[in-house]
């Protein structure tokens, strides 16, 4: 990949468990180099994690993607050594142990920066590297809950909802690879590295839009309201005379007008309480009753062409199974296929966005564990004997 926009960027990946890792594969699908650095009996939990085919695992196939796979044990003297060695030639470090943990191992940023001044240490934790959570263990079920977004999440009078996927981690990992670049670009103007403090807490609270202004400024906390929008109406889904399911948004007024005239209740469109998004909010049952009765005489296909026709916003209900089948996603490649020599063709989401001079690419699924150590450590200079002896220590 010599014109890959992030070709001649090294990443060491120690993070594992999501965030992390995860704005790691960001950073390899565009060409950085990443050397994923695992604990020699302690694989990345991500390789068991979920379903697997012959015994392995096809969460990590994603997650690992475009990593070179390599072992160490820190807390070992050797390992830690060695360690040492590889951020010497490393622009990036991506961690996600709790605050302290490296420092205990004496590879804090004081000791990296010190053989590595241009090195941008990425710590990615729960709660960030201070304040008085900072030492609790964090996943991102807790920022669903500590966010906002479980409560406000589901429908009124049901319990609060998480996701059933990571998306804290997933937002956090995303946020993390910006951070990376941003820190990056830094470095450009200072020729020095620094430390990206990241806590999965934040990002996830930030895409919940203006609920602390809101607060601060009004008092309004705001409630759950299942699938309609306290902004914006009708804004529901609605279930088809074939038994399946879409989505409709009106979350601007002409489209709110052109399916009351798709649905045959233009009448409504003169009511005082249309003209904005907020009041047709509150009128949701009625407007509800008009675009759920329309759709539920009408099969899926019917009410997709119908809207399509009128250039008003729907969408169909989804599983996997119709997103490996939608036209669309099929024209961007979005899920694409890659060949892995232990499974064989296997389809995976695409890199994150196109670019049109300096695309990204996934160059492999995710390796083995350890598969490229010595490979690596060749390359960094240690002799066969130095191998043995790190191997003999139990740091490899």
Same mark, same amino acid.
């Given at each position: 990949m010599t014109h890959a926009p992030l070709t001649g960027l090294r990443v060491l990946d120690l993070a594992t468990l999501f965030a992390g890792p995860i704005a790691a594969t960001m950073l390899g699908d565009?060409?950085?180099?990443?050397?994923?650095?695992?604990?020699?009996?302690?694989?990345?939990?991500?390789?068991?994690?979920?379903?697997?085919?012959?015994g392995i695992g096809l969460w990590w196939k994603v997650l690992g993607r475009n990593k070179r796979t390599m072992t160490i044990d820190l807390s070992k003297r050797g390992g830690r050594a060695t360690f040492l060695r590889l951020a010497e030639t490393a622009d990036v470090v991506i961690e996600n142990f709790r605050p302290g943990t490296l420092e205990k191992w004496d590879l804090g940023w004081p000791e990296l920066s010190a053989v590595n001044p241009r090195l941008v240490l990425t710590r990615v934790t729960g709660f960030g590297q201070f304040g008085p959570y900072a030492h609790r263990p964090g996943f991102g079920t807790l920022a669903e809950a500590?966010?906002?977004?479980?409560?406000?999440?589901?429908?009124?009078?049901?319990?609060?909802?998480?996701?059933?996927?990571?998306? *804290?981690? &997933? %937002? +956090?990992?995303?946020?993390?690879?910006?951070?990376?670049?941003?820190?990056?670009?830094?470095?450009d103007s200072t020729g020095e590295g620094q430390v990206v403090d990241m806590a999965i807490i934040e990002p996830i609270l930030t895409v919940l839009g203006p609920q602390p202004t809101w607060y601060d400024q009004l008092g309004l906390v705001q409630e759950r309201t299942g699938n309609r929008s306290a902004n914006n109406a009708p804004r529901n889904t609605y279930r088809t005379a074939d038994?399946?399911?879409?989505?409709?948004?009106?979350? *601007?007024? &002409? %489209? +709110?007008?052109?399916?009351?005239?798709l649905v045959g209740r233009p009448e409504l469109i003169d009511e005082p309480w249309f003209a904005t998004g907020a009041q047709r909010a509150a009128h949701a049952?009625?407007?509800?009753?008009?675009?759920?009765s329309w759709i539920a005489e009408r099969t899926r296909t019917e009410v997709l062409a119908a809207f399509e026709k009128a250039e008003a916003?729907?969408?169909?209900?989804?599983?996997?199974?119709?997103?490996?089948?939608?036209?669309?996603?099929?024209?961007?490649?979005?899920?694409?296929?890659?060949?892995?020599?232990?499974?064989?063709?296997?389809?995976?989401?695409?890199?994150?966005f196109r670019l049109s001079s300096t695309p990204g690419t996934i160059r492999w699924a995710g390796r083995p564990h350890g598969a490229d150590t010595d490979e690596i450590l060749t390359e960094l200079g240690l002799t066969e004997a130095e191998l043995t002896a790190l191997r003999t220590e139990g740091a490899l």
């Amino acid at each position: 990949m010599t014109h890959a926009p992030l070709t001649g960027l090294r990443v060491l990946d120690l993070a594992t468990l999501f965030a992390g890792p995860i704005a790691a594969t960001m950073l390899g699908d565009f060409g950085a180099e990443v050397v994923k650095i695992e604990h020699p009996t302690k694989p990345d939990p991500s390789r068991g994690h979920g379903p697997s085919k012959d015994g392995i695992g096809l969460w990590w196939k994603v997650l690992g993607r475009n990593k070179r796979t390599m072992t160490i044990d820190l807390s070992k003297r050797g390992g830690r050594a060695t360690f040492l060695r590889l951020a010497e030639t490393a622009d990036v470090v991506i961690e996600n142990f709790r605050p302290g943990t490296l420092e205990k191992w004496d590879l804090g940023w004081p000791e990296l920066s010190a053989v590595n001044p241009r090195l941008v240490l990425t710590r990615v934790t729960g709660f960030g590297q201070f304040g008085p959570y900072a030492h609790r263990p964090g996943f991102g079920t807790l920022a669903e809950a500590m966010s906002g977004f479980a409560a406000i999440t589901g429908e009124p009078d049901a319990p609060p909802v998480l996701p059933p996927f990571g998306l *804290a981690d &997933s %937002i +956090a990992g995303l946020a993390t690879a910006y951070a990376v670049m941003t820190a990056l670009a830094a470095r450009d103007s200072t020729g020095e590295g620094q430390v990206v403090d990241m806590a999965i807490i934040e990002p996830i609270l930030t895409v919940l839009g203006p609920q602390p202004t809101w607060y601060d400024q009004l008092g309004l906390v705001q409630e759950r309201t299942g699938n309609r929008s306290a902004n914006n109406a009708p804004r529901n889904t609605y279930r088809t005379a074939d038994g399946t399911w879409v989505a409709v948004s009106t979350s *601007a007024q &002409s %489209i +709110a007008e052109r399916v009351m005239h798709l649905v045959g209740r233009p009448e409504l469109i003169d009511e005082p309480w249309f003209a904005t998004g907020a009041q047709r909010a509150a009128h949701a049952d009625v407007l509800d009753r008009a675009v759920g009765s329309w759709i539920a005489e009408r099969t899926r296909t019917e009410v997709l062409a119908a809207f399509e026709k009128a250039e008003a916003a729907v969408a169909p209900i989804q599983d996997i199974r119709d997103v490996m089948a939608d036209p669309q996603y099929q024209a961007l490649d979005t899920v694409t296929t890659v060949d892995d020599p232990e499974l064989g063709p296997l389809r995976m989401q695409n890199v994150l966005f196109r670019l049109s001079s300096t695309p990204g690419t996934i160059r492999w699924a995710g390796r083995p564990h350890g598969a490229d150590t010595d490979e690596i450590l060749t390359e960094l200079g240690l002799t066969e004997a130095e191998l043995t002896a790190l191997r003999t220590e139990g740091a490899l």
